[in-house]
């Protein structure tokens, strides 16, 4: 069985699995030395077919990391008829607006590069965090029982999750949803100084004691009002829930300026 993984967005990427085995995989930034490229993956995809020496005709499953559909898969995969991926309900009213505006729809040039598939391979949308879930567990190379825990900033309405992996299945125990999302304040710390999140975990290795003593000696940390609006708003709990609870981003960016200014 030939599966292509298909994702498009931010780091747009593609990856094929023969009979249960990562083939290949490839994000899309390796050929257009585009960081966070979030295009078409149509090298990547043409990498994954080119090193197995299989063309697309060969693939059974296409399976695409969202349970909402990708329009952006009519033209690469140049699905027709009742395959048609049609826009979610959000989609339909811009474009509506867009013939309102009689504004241009982007659409491919014409000498771009898609992949037709056959009638028989099947389109299957997996859940997000699922998705993330199964990279872990079937990779781990473990048959024992696993706790599996995803975290992201949002996918498919869910931001953290917890999942059980036995016996070659996985079994979700818990969602959180958007307001819980541990990834988007993260991207509020690394945008903060405009830099790739692996430069803040780097900084946050070599700095982590050296920023803790400076938070704790200065007036920010002291003064009532944050400790107040850590614990009510950005880290509050109910019900035994962790969430961000609807905290404007502006507010969180602006308590962790007030930090991130403080000289290391």
């Known amino acids: 069985m030939k599966v292509l993984g298909v994702h498009i967005g931010h780091d747009s990427s593609a990856c094929l699995v023969i009979d249960g085995k990562i083939i290949a995989d490839a994000a899309e930034e390796r050929f257009t030395r585009i960081k966070h490229y979030s295009g078409l993956p149509i090298n990547a995809i ?16 296409i399976a695409v990391p969202s349970k909402n559909p990708y329009p952006e898969l009519n033209f690469l995969l140049d699905l027709k008829g009742e395959n048609i991926e049609r826009k979610s309900g959000p989609g339909r009213m811009l474009e ?5 505006m009689k504004s241009s729809i982007a659409k491919p040039p014409l000498y771009i590069k898609n992949f ?7 389109l299957i949308h997996v859940e997000h965090h699922l998705a ?25 309405g869910v931001s953290i999750g917890t999942w059980r992996g036995e016996d070659g299945k996985i079994t979700p125990l ?9 990834g988007w304040f993260y991207s509020n710390v690394t945008l903060l100084k405009h830099s790739a999140g692996g430069t803040v975990m780097e ?4 700095w982590g004691w050296r920023l803790m003593e400076i938070i704790l000696k200065s007036e920010v940390f002291w003064n009532p009002i ?21 905290m404007k981003e502006e ?3 602006g308590i962790l300026m007030k930090l991130m200014r403080l000289k290391l």
């Not at 043409?46 to 499953?61: A, E, P, T, W």
């Not at 037709?116 to 099947?122: A, F, G, L, V, Y």
């Not at 825990?149 to 498919?156: F, N």
Request: glycine letters at 6%; a negative charge.
């Open 46 to 61: 043409d990498y994954c077919l080119k090193i197995s020496n299989i063309s697309i005709d060969d693939i059974d499953f």
């Open 96 to 100: 509506f607006a867009r013939r309102i």
């Open 116 to 122: 037709p598939i056959k009638d028989s391979t099947e």
């Open 132 to 156: 993330h879930a199964a990279s872990a567990y079937y990779t781990c190379g473990s048959q024992e029982k696993q706790l599996i825990i995803t975290m992201d900033g949002a996918g498919d």
């Open 174 to 182: 818990k969602k959180f949803p958007v307001s819980a999302s541990l």
């Open 203 to 206: 900084k946050a290795r070599l």
């Open 226 to 246: 944050i400790p107040n609006l850590i614990m009510e708003k950005l880290l509050s709990s109910m019900n035994g829930e962790f969430h961000i609870s609807g």
């Open 251 to 253: 507010l969180i960016s």
